[in-house]
């Protein structure tokens, strides 16, 4: 392939990536990695690679304008950042005694997985008689946020917070193991098992996942996956793509972004599902 279109594709791609990606919480790496392998025939390591780079942009060019609205919960997000950090050095080691076939099916059940539960809640925009949860109430994790479609603010408890904790971990080492800033188990586990508000959930989840990206950056760099002239037009594409999604996100209703993000998840779960059972050349 011509280098310039190379470079294009790559940009188009992972700048549609990077508005999903801020849109929903998932960094971007769920659209790179098919972008990349599957119509640029990369090899999934090195495409892993520039994921890693394309979520620490995501959350570079979308954090900012959540904190700035009100909408990321900070408290929550670092509190839960210790977990995810721990996971995603994991994740890192583990993925050099992983084949690729194998990346591609565990890719596909992780976002199989995000876009089932999602759907189960599609028709939900706020979470109702939500309990606070008692280490919430004493590290004082609750909070709310200017909801701009309804008009008013909202106020949230949270919920669950052991086990959002352990997800959280689980989510770092699919982040280290798959590169894709694991929104697509933070998003979830958030909106499932805390309880949050999904808009919540999103912001918070972009807040987090660039210092879990770049947990395992060095892993990846030091091995040698991080190629420049993959990485940096993903990169640059995946930027401009997150401040657009982050100035999206705040005009939609919940329920119009959990819809998105069930759609997203399903059609790129099969598309990794269907290359790791060889329906696809590599």
Do not use: C
Not at 129 to 134: M, Q, S
Request: proline share 3%; no cysteine.
């Amino acid at each position: 392939m011509d280098l310039l279109v190379f470079v294009l594709v790559t940009f188009g791609g992972s700048l549609f990536a990077g508005t999903l990606g801020a849109l929903l919480g998932l960094g971007g790496g769920i659209i790179v990695i098919p972008v990349l392998t599957l119509l640029l025939g990369i090899d999934i390591h090195y495409a892993i690679g520039a994921s890693i780079v394309s979520v620490i942009a995501t959350s570079s060019g979308a954090a900012a304008a959540f904190v700035r609205d009100g909408l990321t919960n900070r408290r929550l997000g670092l509190f839960l950042e210790m977990a995810t950090t721990v996971g995603a050095v994991t994740g890192a080691f583990v993925a050099v005694y992983i084949g690729g076939q194998t990346l591609y099916v565990i890719f596909a059940v992780v976002l199989g997985y995000s876009a089932l539960a999602m759907f189960r809640k599609r028709h939900a925009e706020l979470p109702v008689e939500v309990a606070d949860h008692p280490w919430s109430a004493r590290l004082n994790l609750s909070s709310s946020y200017p909801d701009a479609v309804q008009g008013k603010v909202v106020s949230y408890n949270v919920a669950g917070v052991p086990l959002g904790l352990g997800l959280m971990y689980i989510a770092g080492v699919v982040s280290g193991l798959l590169g894709i800033g694991s929104g697509a188990l933070k998003v979830p586990a958030m909106d499932l098992a805390m309880r949050l508000p999904i808009k919540v959930s999103s912001a918070t989840s972009n807040f987090m996942i660039g210092v879990t990206a770049v947990a395992s950056a060095g892993v990846y760099f030091a091995r040698g996956d991080i190629v420049p002239l993959v990485a940096g037009p993903v990169a640059v594409g995946v930027l401009v793509g997150a401040m657009l999604g982050a100035r999206l996100m705040v005009r939609l209703r919940s329920t119009a972004i959990r819809q998105v993000f069930v759609v997203v998840l399903a059609v790129v779960a099969l598309q990794m599902a269907a290359k790791g059972i060889g329906l696809h050349s590599a």
